[in-house]
């Protein structure tokens, strides 16, 4: 069975501070990995995914996340961060066959001038 | 744009009236999934049609069901909806059910139950 874990349900950055948003998977087979953002009152909009190929994977407004098999880990990150990107986000891994998404808890990311 | 529209954005019901919940879609996908996002939760799938086949998720209680007319349409329908119904539904599409396949995400309805 899969699942999803995503440390810090809160996390708070400066302006212009790394990003770091932590997801650790588990899969009995290879997994695709996803991140969505959700604004308050939205819908989720995906930020990026993983299916094969290249571990370092780039998605919309500067985020990226690398897919670390050995650790299972697929920490999303942003070198600077800015006020709009104060949001929930959500790692989803997909299961089964037919496309069913696990998602994480979420966190919550807060972003301070 | 081709997009996920839900129908209406806030819907308010009283315990145990029915209540209908609308999702439509531009971009002709097969695939159409609820989900139920409770505050402060991840999303839960409550089922999901391929086309005009529909799969129920185990847990997802009787009081759940749904309709897809048409490639475009889905509902979902509360028969008799109680306090803990209450939470932001959230409907998606993906163009197949294949687990590379991105969901895409209509911007929800939030249920207030009374």
């Known amino acids: 069975a899969q699942s999803v874990t995503q440390l810090g349900s809160h996390v708070s950055v400066s302006e212009g501070a790394l990003v770091l948003l932590r997801c650790n998977y588990s899969?009995?087979?290879?997994?695709?990995l996803f991140w969505y953002v959700q604004y308050p009152n939205q819908g989720l909009q995906l930020l990026l995914k993983y299916t094969t190929g290249a571990t370092l994977v780039k998605g919309i407004n500067g985020f990226e996340a690398e897919f670390k098999k050995s650790e299972t880990s697929f920490h999303l990150t942003k070198p600077s961060a800015h006020m709009s990107d104060a949001a929930e986000y959500f790692c989803?891994?997909?299961?089964?066959?037919?496309?069913?998404?696990?998602f994480g808890a979420g966190t919550r990311l807060a972003v301070h001038p | 744009d081709a997009m996920v529209i839900q129908n209406p954005r806030y819907q308010v019901t009283q315990f145990g009236k029915p209540v209908t919940l609308s999702c439509s879609q531009t971009l002709n996908h097969n695939v159409m999934y609820w989900y139920q996002q409770k505050s402060s939760q991840a999303p839960k799938l409550l089922f999901h049609?391929?086309?005009?086949?529909?799969?129920n998720e185990a847990d997802t209680p009787d009081n759940f069901q749904s309709r897809r007319p048409n490639t475009s349409f889905c509902f979902l329908d509360i028969r008799s909806p109680g306090l803990g119904d209450a939470a932001m539904y959230l409907c998606?599409?993906?163009?197949?059910?294949?687990?590379?396949?991105?969901?895409?995400f209509g911007p929800g309805t939030r249920l207030t139950v009374l």
């Open positions: 998606a599409t993906s163009r197949d059910q294949l687990g590379i396949d991105e969901q895409f």
């Open positions: 899969s009995s087979v290879p997994p695709y």
């Open positions: 989803a891994v997909s299961a089964g066959g037919y496309n069913k998404l696990i």
């Open positions: 049609y391929y086309d005009k086949d529909f799969n």
